[in-house]
């Protein structure tokens, strides 16, 4: 068992956080693995807490595919072949996405989205062992309505962030950050009769007033009485076709202003540039565009929903460092999907445990590393 070895205390406290695992799962846990195919036939792999044992055991304790078939015929799951090991990983991609998003849904993550179809995408680096640069990009698209993953998409480092990427539906609201602050991207989503929310880059989107005269968002914030949050009428052209939207302007406060300033000015010496004093006064501000029109939402409301945007990417930032989600095992696409989504709902478990603060450890070790959720004893807890 090598480095897996545990002792018989251990084992036990292993079998309580094993339980206490399942427990996180969504009520509809074990219906949801044949509801989305990552179980077809009953045979060596029978229940979903089996699965996600087979899943943690790959996309959490990093074991190769040969070992994980070794280690579920040591803990009495069954006896499987590295190559039924990979295609049961393939089969659970769709069902892991599932268990992430019923889960990030059941603590709040679709709360204060006033009645919208909100669809939040965002992309993050992804790298092989052993490399410094980007060599993979991950572009996902999470409905909070549907409470899934809606789009998971690898692409080489070329590939960039679009809102192009993403089917548009009527009646859905893109969130996105200021790497999608795009017209092609924005106005393809407009076309489809769906809306966005997005950081406006005011240096890289050109604005006019609705009378066609250009429109700078930087002097309209400047405009702004202390605390006022500001909300304009703007229009942007793209392949010869006007489109109107809003744009919304709020002041943020002085200690994360002043780390935006230095955020400006390290990437301006980056480039041998002097940082403008245009550029310092709008890291004052946050600047977004939507084309929600204000019946549906208001400007306090677009900065509220905005704001849900920046805590999910904090927290997938949190989960990249937990368990190194910036590197990737598979280049098989369905098996890069359930590695990485594997990854992250193991590190949303352990962020949960480590929470409610478990200090029942005989050791006193207060938290829980990654062998300790995939190595319980068969029949335990599931």
């Given at each position: 068992m090598g480095q897996y070895a545990i002792g018989m205390e251990t084992s036990t406290i292993i079998a309580d956080n094993w339980q206490r695992v399942v427990d996180m799962m969504p009520s509809d846990f074990e219906r949801s693995v044949f509801d989305h195919g990552a179980i077809v036939r009953r045979r060596e792999i029978r229940t979903a807490s089996d699965l996600l044992r087979l899943n943690l055991l790959y996309c959490l304790c990093d074991l190769p595919i040969d070992q994980v078939g070794l280690?579920?015929?040591?803990?009495?799951?069954?006896?499987?072949?590295?190559?039924?090991?990979l295609q049961r990983l393939r089969q659970s991609a769709d069902?892991?996405?599932?268990?992430?998003?019923?889960f990030l849904q059941e603590?709040?993550?679709?709360?204060?989205?006033?009645?919208?179809?909100?669809?939040?995408?965002?992309?993050?680096?992804?790298?092989?062992?052993?490399?410094?640069?980007?060599?993979?990009?991950?572009?996902?698209?999470?409905?909070?309505?549907?409470?899934?993953?809606?789009?998971?998409?690898?692409?080489?480092?070329e590939g960039g962030e679009t809102l192009v990427r993403h089917e548009a539906e009527p009646g859905a609201v893109f969130?996105?950050?200021?790497?999608?602050?795009?017209?092609?991207?924005?106005?393809?989503?407009?076309?489809?009769?769906?809306?966005?929310?997005?950081?406006?880059?005011?240096?890289?989107?050109?604005?006019?007033?609705?009378?066609?005269?250009?429109?700078?968002?930087v002097a309209c914030a400047e405009g702004l009485k202390p605390k006022e949050i500001g909300d304009f009428d703007v229009q942007f052209h793209y392949?010869?076709?006007?489109?109107?939207?809003?744009?919304?302007?709020?002041?943020?406060?002085?200690?994360?202003?002043?780390?935006?300033?230095?955020?400006?000015?390290?990437?301006?010496?980056?480039?041998?540039h002097r940082v403008s004093p245009k550029t310092l006064r709008a890291a004052h501000f946050t600047f977004i565009l939507t084309t929600l029109d204000k019946e549906t939402i208001s400007a306090q409301e677009v900065m509220a929903l905005y704001r849900m945007r920046w805590q999910i990417e904090l927290a997938f930032k949190r989960l990249k460092s937990i368990l190194k989600l910036d590197h990737?095992?598979?280049?098989?696409?369905?098996?890069?999907?359930?590695?990485?989504?594997?990854?992250?709902?193991?590190?949303?478990?352990?962020?949960?445990?480590?929470?409610?603060?478990?200090?029942f450890f005989p050791s006193g070790r207060g938290s829980l590393h990654p062998a300790d959720i995939a190595v319980v004893p068969a029949g335990v807890g599931g």
């Open positions: 280690r579920l015929q040591e803990l009495g799951v069954g006896r499987l072949t590295g190559e039924s090991v069902w892991l996405g599932y268990l992430v998003m019923r603590r709040g993550l679709s709360q204060g989205t006033p009645g919208l179809h909100v669809r939040v995408v965002d992309a993050s680096t992804i790298s092989v062992p052993g490399s410094t640069g980007t060599d993979w990009r991950l572009h996902m698209g999470v409905d909070l309505e549907s409470s899934r993953i809606t789009s998971v998409e690898l692409t080489g480092p969130l996105v950050d200021r790497g999608y602050s795009h017209r092609r991207g924005v106005a393809t989503v407009m076309d489809k009769d769906a809306d966005v929310v997005v950081r406006l880059n005011w240096q890289n989107f050109p604005l006019q007033d609705l009378k066609g005269n250009p429109l700078d968002p392949s010869r076709r006007v489109y109107h939207a809003r744009l919304v302007i709020a002041p943020i406060p002085d200690e994360a202003a002043q780390e935006a300033e230095k955020k400006a000015s390290k990437a301006a010496s980056k480039k041998h990737l095992r598979a280049k098989n696409v369905q098996t890069a999907k359930a590695y990485l989504l594997g990854k992250i709902l193991a590190a949303l478990v352990i962020e949960e445990i480590e929470h409610r603060g478990l200090s």
